[in-house]
């Protein structure tokens, strides 16, 4: 029986570009993550201050 990555050459290269493509989106995503947690973290704190703004 051969093994799964001699018998599947193109699955393995595949996953070679994979995890490029995953490096890049997760470098995209986290970029983006600052900027979309900082004002929920500013909502939260001020929920839990007790200062509740309607148009947040």
Not at 13 to 31: D, F, M, P
Request: net charge positive.
């Amino acid at each position: 029986m051969r093994s799964y990555q001699g018998y599947y050459t193109r699955s393995h290269q595949n996953s070679e570009v994979k995890r490029l493509w995953a490096g890049i989106v997760l470098g995209w995503v986290t970029s983006r993550e600052v900027p979309v947690l900082h004002p929920f973290c500013i909502r939260l704190n001020l929920l839990r201050r007790g200062i509740f703004f309607s148009d947040m």
